[in-house]
């Protein structure tokens, strides 16, 4: 208490408690100066003042520099992925197989090396393009390596954009410094291999800082910023935005009106609101543009599939270790914060919105743990994953616990920064830990080398094949193989009847998927003839006894027996599958030019356009501080 | 509402959560992963028979086995290994493949005491799922209801030299080809000897009886395309897993083809195709038919059971019994089949049953039964 009366003092602030004449004293130029630093600053937030100006003496005591906590982020993460961690992933090889596409036909989204045929405008094609752009420099591996580096790169300086609506430069500091050694990160990047995921989020974080500045400052800057790097996140992951829109922008909205009706902002709560209001049209026109396809896709084919099950819909509480993949590993040390988060965010007025979004979005991370989801959801419930929810939530908690560290650090100095190391590092640990110990964990060491060699060789591509216990390797081998196959790692574009009746995801994956996943595995199986299908390869001997009642033959055995090729010989060679889900020559055009276009003309804009940033002149404060947040 | 709003918070959250314990919003998961016991205090309690019942195939079908065995009665006389092995099966069968899916239960019979529960369960299988019918006993012991087990005792037979002197056919293929069977040389000569379209409940049946005519093995697939009254093809489906696609010289085999949501009013014709490869066979191991008869079974439904008698020294892994069934007439009316989920030993039997429709069990006037298998190593 006495530190920060020393710190008042310096600045010639009143003393706590005697708040009135800051109002005054805001305007006067050592405040401008401070709040120049960020035109987010809290000036009426007593935390933000106070950990602002607190300890001037201290190294620590000032805001960790973004490009420090980028570089940390580099050294982290750069070395994971240059070791190609995410490889084993379970969605990696999906992306590179999608990736793989664009770098043989840009401008055609029409891939038949799954389903029989299926288009790739059914998932946003942003990361994608940029691996195959890359891939010309890299390879495709490194290429999704260097993308998803990028994305992981982008998101603490996102969080700290994000953070600084919420509190001072400081607190956003450590918030986005906390970002990089997250959980929900590592398990998304690394066991999930969710890259869109990610990198939609980061773009998103970093658009709301604009959102929120275009509401408040009517600037012209970030309105323009903001749309076209919503749109930007939008081609790279249409979920994200969609969600987001409620569960990050709605907080945003809500703040910038508070701020707004308390007069701590330029803007009136009409204009905000109106604002706001463009923004959405505008984002919303511009994402019905840039997803054009998608969308014309969508209303095309709606998924009417059964439902598919995902452990990440169960009830934590009853499935423990359910509960420790999705909750636990992802949260890791933030859940002591939890407490923390949920008092000082009821405390503070401006963070209530930002608190309010965090528990809705954490109570969707909790799957089926609460009826929530599923009730708000409907039948979206059965189609989304929650693990997505879990790495919002966090993201949305960092501001919160940026003030958390700040105060752990004013108070304890290195044994706060000691405990706040160990728990980051211990957290990102233990989510790396999970990868080998997890029961979830793909089968990413399997070689299908010799796969692919025999699909490609003797005219075996004439027909069609599918794989079973190959896991995510289903979409190493489609990447490389010339030939086409009935299954794919990939649930929104199926069409075939034989999948969409039945309630199973991979036919590769079937007996996870209990008697659904068998059912439709055998209703593919007895239609073999119909699609060509003439080669399976298995790598899990729990198929075999299907496979010899219901009449295919083992012809080869790959790598120490590890795999072994089935066929059947009265399969005619594959024919290409009518569909009326071939997207028209102009879909690929848009498809092939716009999403790159907007990311790039993002970028532009970022480098080359520096937003003018404004200082908020506050006209009321409190009379009262309240509970005073440094000891 | 700084105090209020972390209090409405935490409390929405608790009775969410509560509610989701209480069967609203639960999901299926993904099948044979760990999943996990529930968190200490809010699994099911065994106050009921039908509790205890639940609690206890709820930790099989999870394989918490330490959990499950804790569960059964003290007068139990199994140890925990046999236990698990008896859910986890042994010997390649088709049980070491299975996984507990659901189950219903309901009781027989109950007092304070002691209750009898039928249960019925659902596995999920290589070849489609499976259900076993069960009856199982609960005694109270102090405040809490105890599955008893009975000790199952594996069947055992003397040492002994079997001398295999059966049939064997071996192919060269003479060549770096990858397929199967022989490209040189003429197929084996296989016939469709009966065949008889028929409406089910569920769709179009076609079925019948193939012959392998040869003096060679033949691998065999029987496939139909049901043909509408313009000679448009309605649809066509193959035999799938309703034959013994290996037919060793002169075997018949019984064949079923179904047609899922398909009515014979719109077919006007049958189009039948057999397609036969020469393929290596052995006539080794010997599956004998014991003891067939057809009678109710537990919940009322026809079924043709008997004993399979392995009369060879191999054990077969997985037995699949193909029942044809004929009518005065001597026609194929109907065509059943089943999967014994306990492998065969050497010299040993076990019991089968396969379903017989209802509505065709009267008519039922001879039954044919085949022997299809699975070994380990041997497809």
């Keep these: 208490m006495a530190a920060l009366t020393v710190g008042l003092g310096r600045l010639g602030l009143p003393e706590r408690g005697n708040w009135r004449p800051i109002a005054t004293y805001i305007s006067s130029k050592p405040c401008r100066q401070i709040l120049n630093r960020s035109s987010m600053q809290l000036a009426l937030e007593p935390a933000s003042l106070s950990t602002a100006v607190s300890y001037p003496r201290e190294g620590y005591s000032r805001p960790i520099p973004l490009f420090a906590i980028v570089l940390v982020a580099l050294a982290v993460h750069g070395p994971l992925l240059l070791m190609q961690l995410p490889a084993g992933s379970f ?419 079937a007996k996870f998927y209990g008697s659904s996943g068998m059912a439709a595995l055998r209703a593919m199986l007895s239609h073999a003839n119909r699609y060509g299908l003439k080669y399976i390869f298995v790598h899990d001997p729990y198929y075999e006894p299907l496979l010899t009642f219901v009449g295919w033959r083992k012809i080869e055995t790959f790598g120490s027996g590890q795999i072994t090729a089935w066929s059947k010989d009265d399969v005619p060679p594959a024919h290409k599958m009518e569909s009326d889900a071939v997207p028209a020559p102009w879909e690929g055009l848009l498809w092939g030019t716009v999403p790159m276009a907007v990311s790039l003309l993002a970028i532009f804009l970022e480098l080359l356009l520096p937003v003018r940033r404004r200082i908020p002149v506050p006209v009321e404060v409190p009379a009262r501080a309240e509970q005073p947040y440094v000891a | ?155 055992t037979v003397p040492a002994q030299v079997i001398p295999v002197n059966y049939l064997r056919w071996d192919l060269v293929n003479g060549g770096a080809d990858d397929g199967w069977g022989s490209r040189n040389v003429d197929a084996p000569r296989v016939r469709i000897i009966s065949m008889n379209a028929v409406d089910s409940s569920e769709g179009a049946v076609v079925m019948g009886e193939v012959v392998n005519e040869d003096t060679i093995p033949a691998f065999v697939n029987v496939n139909a395309t049901l043909v509408d009254g313009a000679g448009k093809a309605i649809d066509d489906e193959s035999s799938f897993d309703k034959i013994a696609h290996v037919l060793l010289p002169k075997q018949v085999s019984a064949y079923r083809i179904d047609f899922p949501n398909i009515g014979l009013k719109n077919v006007k014709n049958v189009r039948m195709d057999v397609k036969a490869t020469l393929v290596p066979a052995s006539a080794d191991p010997v599956i004998g038919v014991m003891d067939q008869k057809v009678d109710p079974d537990a919940q009322g439904k026809s079924v043709l059971r008997g004993q399979l008698l392995n009369e060879s020294g191999q054990t077969v892994n997985i037995p699949h019994v193909i029942a044809s069934f004929y009518d005065n007439n001597g026609r194929v009316i109907w065509v059943s089949d089943g999967y014994v989920d306990r492998a065969l030993l050497p010299q040993t039997s076990e019991p089968f049953a396969v379903e017989i429709p209802k509505t065709l069990a009267s008519k039922v006037q001879n039954f044919h039964v085949v022997v299809n298998q699975y070994s380990l190593g041997k497809s």
């Design chain 1, 91 to 509: 969605d990696t090889n999906f992306h590179i197989f999608f990736a793989s596409h664009y770098a043989h036909h840009w401008f055609d989204p029409w891939n038949e090396k799954w389903f029989a045929g299926f288009s790739q405008t059914t998932y946003p094609p942003l990361t994608h393009q940029w691996i195959a752009l890359l891939s010309n420099v890299f390879g495709l591996k490194m290429a999704y390596m260097v993308v998803q580096l990028i994305g992981v790169l982008l998101l603490p300086v996102g969080v700290f954009r994000f953070a600084r609506i919420w509190v001072d430069d400081r607190s956003a500091s450590h918030a986005a410094l906390g970002s990089v050694f997250l959980g929900a990160l590592a398990f998304l990047v690394y066991q999930a291999g969710q890259l869109a995921t990610v990198t939609s989020a980061a773009l998103y974080l970093n658009a709301l800082p604009y959102f929120y500045e275009w509401m408040t400052e009517a600037s012209g800057g970030s309105l323009i910023k903001g749309i076209v790097v919503s749109w930007t996140a939008a081609a790279a992951h249409h979920v994200t935005l969609i969600f987001g829109l409620v569960l990050f922008a709605g907080p945003v909205l809500w703040v910038a009106w508070l701020d707004a009706r308390d007069e701590r902002v330029p803007g009136s709560v009409a204009g905000v609101i109106s604002r706001a209001m463009i923004f959405a049209l505008l984002v919303g026109a511009g994402v019905a543009m840039v997803l054009a396809p998608y969308w014309l896709a969508l209303i095309q084919h709606p998924i009417h599939q059964i439902p598919i099950p995902h452990d990440s819909r169960a009830n934590f509480l009853l499935n423990s270790i359910t509960g420790i993949n999705y909750f636990v590993i992802p949260y890791g040390a933030l859940i002591l914060a939890l407490p923390f988060i949920v008092i000082r965010g009821a405390s503070s007025p401006r963070l209530r919105p930002l608190l309010i979004g965090f528990w809705i979005t954490f109570i969707f991370g909790l799957g089926g743990t609460t009826p929530l989801p599923r009730l708000l959801l409907g039948r979206a419930y059965e189609i989304l994953t929650f693990e997505r929810f879990t790495f919002w939530a966090t993201l949305m908690a960092m501001p919160i616990v940026g003030v958390l560290v700040v105060e752990l650090m004013d108070r304890f100095h290195a044994k706060a920064a000691a405990g706040l190391a160990l728990a980051a590092v211990t957290t990102l640990g233990a989510a790396l830990w999970w990868l080998a110990a997890n029961p979830f964990r793909p089968a990413g060491t399997t070689d299908v080398d010799p796969v692919i060699a025999f699909l490609n060789r003797d005219g075996h591509d004439a027909f069609r094949y599918i794989t079973l216990g190959f896991g995510s390797e289903l979409a190493k081998v489609s990447t490389y193989a010339n030939a086409g196959s009935v299954d794919g790692d990939y649930n929104s574009a199926r069409l075939l009847p034989e999948m969409t009746h039945y309630g199973s995801a991979q036919l590769t994956n």
């Design chain 2, 1 to 155: 509402m700084k105090f209020v709003l972390p209090i409405i918070l935490v409390a929405a959250t608790l009775v969410l959560m509560a509610l989701a314990i209480f069967g609203v919003g639960q999901s299926a998961g993904t099948v044979g992963i760990a999943t996990g016991s529930a968190v200490p205090g809010l699994g099911s309690k065994a106050d009921t028979s039908e509790q205890a019942l639940g609690s206890f195939l709820t930790d099989i079908r999870r394989r918490n086995w330490d959990r499950a065995y804790s569960a059964l009665s003290k007068t139990s006389s199994v140890d925990e290994p046999s236990f698990i092995q008896e859910w986890t099966g042994s010997n390649g069968s088709l049980r070491t493949f299975s996984t507990l899916e659901t189950y219903e239960a309901r009781p027989l019979h109950a007092t304070s005491d002691d209750a009898q529960m039928r249960v019925r369960m659902r596995w999920t299988t290589p070849v489609g799922p499976v259900e076993d019918v069960r009856d199982l006993n609960l005694k109270h012991e102090g405040d809490v209801w105890k599955v008893v087990w009975p000790k199952f005792t594996a069947p």
